[in-house]
């Protein structure tokens, strides 16, 4: 073979002409394979396509998709129908920008770890859910600072409006304010804020519990309290002093801090004494548990050897041996009315600020040793 052949020319040195592709034979389909169907492209699908097929008007279909609970059911199957056949999805970030906020609700609170607080939020996303928001939860574990941030952060993602259960509450709303984000707080209030405000009475439902268990004969009952300088935490302490004293007896105090290893710690102090307490009231459920963690390594007995009455009634606590007699805050129709006025100073409302007081249930279990005793039907005397 020539040198110009092995270059792929023919002997007179004329190059051979390109062969010609051919195209590769296609797979053999199975009887039951199906063609390639081609992806939906729901960023294609505009509200207008959704509201020509539901046959309503654009106005319509937003107020479904923002979850209007006033659009009538057929008009809302309809809309609901087009938006699943079309597989249309809502540019929530267009939407924003146009409105100059998230569609989304913040909710800040103190303790998530808290059943108090967790069924907060559960109850406030049901809502919000519900009323087409979505929810951004920010846990400030009782830090000034942490809340601070979170608000901060809240404010630059332009949240539609917040519920707040203050860590701080010498913290300022005052960002929020001028970008005119709603804040309706529970549980706690702000001291420099006048907002919408949600509450338990706290001092009368412990002095009333406190009240029980000198009722019982106890002599020594002490007050694991935390945080006096939050709402919650001063008016427990006030209503147990206002009972103790209102009975000639000395107040007994030590600060568990709102957590379950500080309330350990306290009660185990008390518990070293030459005479300890026969009783303990006790400000909320994480140090209840610490509590009756000092109790049981001390090796006493509830509620032979101590009584206890808590603050809170988280599900665990019908399941202690013995159950545990607690103070329960309505905590569902407490979140329910901040998730609503919340919504309502969304929607532009204007209404005079709103302080609503609810009130804690005692409910006696064995833990207080004092079930057999009849119920104080009229309270405080």
Not at 93 to 106: C, F, I, K
Not at 149 to 162: P, V
Not at 315 to 325: A, F, K, T, V
Request: net charge negative; charged share 25%; hydrophobic share 40%.
């Amino acid at each position: 073979m020539t040198g110009t052949e092995e270059a792929g020319q023919d002997p007179v040195g004329t190059p051979s002409p390109p062969r010609p592709l051919q195209p590769r034979p296609p797979h053999p389909q199975s009887p039951h394979s199906q063609p390639p169907q081609p992806r939906p492209r729901s960023q294609s699908v505009r509200i207008k396509d959704v509201a020509a097929r539901a046959s309503v008007s654009v106005a319509t279909v937003s107020r479904v998709l923002n979850g209007d609970p006033n659009v009538a059911a057929g008009l809302r199957d309809q809309v609901r129908a087009a938006v699943a056949e079309l597989g249309y999805r809502p540019n929530r970030l267009a939407r924003n920008l146009r409105r100059r906020h998230m569609e989304a609700l913040g909710v800040v609170v103190p303790d998530i770890e808290n059943p108090h607080f967790a069924e907060v939020v559960r109850v406030i996303e049901t809502f919000a859910i519900r009323h087409g928001y979505r929810v951004l939860v920010c846990n400030t574990d009782e830090d000034a600072d942490r809340q601070e941030a979170c608000l901060r952060m809240l404010a630059d993602e332009r949240a539609s409006g917040i519920v707040l259960s203050p860590s701080d509450p010498d913290g300022s709303i005052d960002q929020l304010v001028s970008l005119g984000i709603p804040v309706v707080t529970i549980d706690r209030a702000l001291k420099h804020a006048t907002t919408d405000l949600i509450v338990a009475d706290n001092a009368s439902s412990v002095r009333l519990a406190t009240r029980r268990l000198i009722d019982a004969g106890h002599q020594r009952i002490a007050f694991v309290g935390g945080r006096s300088e939050v709402e919650t935490g001063s008016e427990r302490q006030e209503g147990y002093v206002a009972a103790v004293e209102g009975a000639g007896l000395n107040p007994i105090m030590v600060n568990g801090g709102f957590r379950r290893d500080p309330a350990t710690q306290a009660v185990a102090g008390l518990l070293r004494q030459s005479a300890w307490p026969s009783a303990l009231v006790v400000a909320n459920n994480l140090m209840a548990l610490g509590a009756l963690k000092a109790i049981r390594d001390r090796g006493l007995r509830v509620p032979d050897d101590i009584a206890i009455i808590a603050v809170d009634n988280p599900d665990w606590s019908e399941l202690l041996d013995p159950p545990l007699s607690v103070l329960a805050q309505p905590i569902r129709a407490m979140a329910s009315e901040a998730a609503e006025l919340l919504i309502r100073r969304i929607g532009g409302e204007d209404f005079p600020p709103v302080h609503s007081v609810h009130q804690l249930e005692l409910i006696i279990r064995r833990s207080c040793g004092t079930a057999a005793m009849a119920a104080d039907p009229g309270g405080d005397p």
